[in-house]
Structure formats: structure tokens, C-alpha cells
């Protein structure tokens, strides 16, 4: 079975600095997807960017972008300039291709400073 | 602008009764699931659908089923609701077939089950 990890419960940032959030995954498929998605509070969590994995060119959504690494099996999550309405529950998500459920981290607490 | 409609957003319920879950999607989406997000876990899945009267069980079935009767509609139920299933429930939906297609979230329901 897929795994996902997020080894860092919460992470805190000053505004306006760079977070660099971590992921790393357990699969033996060579086809597969990643996302982020970020979920404010008490709100409905939404998408932040997707990553395919036979795309070596890494995600890039205005400050968000990832740092995909296929073979360490490591895809974390860089949120330059934060801001205020960054703060947030962060998941990390994987899909096998072929399959339609996503499996997901346990999540990173992002608290944003002013 | 809103695509996914969570009946509930807030339940408190008894141990043992009856509790039905609703979820409503307006995008047409094949796909619909039913996850639990409780703090530190993460999201985990519960059951999911492809298609009226399609399901497939997730990674945490035991003591829920579920229903699609119709294509934009997906419920669940928990047939004697127990006190470890207080939690809240998010229901998503997406295109069929996988891939890079993205989930989108209800805002949640979260059950208190005493």
C-alpha cells in the first residue's frame, strides 16, 4: 500500500519569508500523481498544485511551487513571500495511476507570523 | 459558486441511531468519496463511488455504508453510530478516470456521536 509522510506536524514562518513543507512517499508504481492541497480554517479544502510524475519540470502556481525528487520520492511544497491567508492545514496526496482515490499525509499546520 | 454541498455542517447524535450524511455535487462528476479527517490522522478514505449504484470500499469501511441513487447525490450512513466516530466528514467528487483530475472538497460535516 501507498504511504505518505509528513514529518512536520507544524511549521511557523514570518510573513513575507519563504516555508518549505515536507512530503515523502512510499510506492513501487512508476506512474503516478501528487498533490497539495490546503484547507484554512473552517473551510473547504482546496487545491494548491498537482505534480505528474513522468513530468520532470517541478510544479510552479505564482508563490507555490514544488520540489519534485523521483528517486528520493520526495515532493515538498515552497511558499515564497507568505502571506496571512497562507495559514492553513497543508495535506499532501498521492494517486496511483489507473486509480481515482487519493491517500493522503497527515498534514502540516502552517501559522503564519505577522 | 457553490460545487460540493454537505447537508450538515454540524450533528450531535446518540450512540447507536441512524445517521445519514449528505452530499450533493452541481459539476457532473462521475467520482464521489467519503472521507474522515480526524486530527493527526489526516484524511483517510471510507467508501467511494464511480458511478450510480457503484461503490468500492475504502481503507476504514467497518461501520459505515453508503448510497448513490443518483449521480449527483452520495450518502452515508452509519448504521448504529458508536462514539468512536465522531469526526468530521468531508465528501468530494471529481471526473472519472483518475490521473491529474482534481478532488473538490464540501466544507464538512462534523458529527459529535455521544
Known amino acids: 500500500a501507498q504511504t505518505v509522510t509528513q514529518s512536520q506536524p507544524e511549521m511557523s514562518v514570518q510573513e513575507a519569508e519563504t516555508v518549505t513543507l515536507s512530503c515523502t512517499y512510499d510506492?513501487?508504481?512508476?506512474?503516478?500523481?501528487l498533490f497539495w492541497y490546503k484547507q484554512p480554517p473552517s473551510r473547504q479544502m482546496i487545491l494548491v498544485i498537482r505534480q505528474e510524475a513522468y513530468k520532470q519540470q517541478n510544479a510552479t502556481e505564482n508563490r507555490f511551487s514544488v520540489n519534485f525528487q523521483k528517486a528520493a520520492k520526495s515532493f515538498s511544497l515552497k511558499i515564497s513571500d507568505s502571506q496571512l491567508g497562507d495559514a492553513a492545514m497543508y495535506f499532501c496526496a498521492y494517486r496511483r495511476g489507473g486509480a481515482d482515490g487519493l491517500t493522503f499525509g497527515k498534514g502540516t499546520h502552517l501559522i503564519i507570523q505577522p | 459558486d457553490v460545487k460540493v454541498t454537505q447537508s450538515s455542517r454540524y450533528l450531535v447524535k446518540r450512540t447507536g441511531e441512524k445517521v445519514f450524511l449528505e452530499c450533493v455535487q452541481d459539476?457532473?462528476?462521475?467520482?464521489m468519496f467519503w472521507y474522515r479527517q480526524d486530527p493527526g490522522l489526516g484524511l483517510r478514505l471510507i467508501y467511494f463511488s464511480y458511478d450510480v449504484k457503484m461503490k468500492e470500499k475504502g481503507d476504514i469501511p467497518e461501520g459505515y455504508s453508503v448510497s448513490r441513487e443518483k449521480k449527483e447525490r452520495f450518502s452515508l450512513i452509519l448504521e448504529s453510530a458508536s462514539t468512536n466516530q465522531t469526526s468530521m466528514y468531508l465528501c468530494?467528487?471529481?471526473?472519472w478516470g483518475g490521473g491529474a483530475n482534481v478532488l473538490t472538497f464540501g466544507a464538512g460535516s462534523r458529527l459529535t456521536v455521544l
Open positions: 468530494a467528487s471529481s471526473l
Open positions: 510506492t513501487s508504481e512508476s506512474d503516478y500523481y
Open positions: 459539476m457532473d462528476h462521475e467520482n
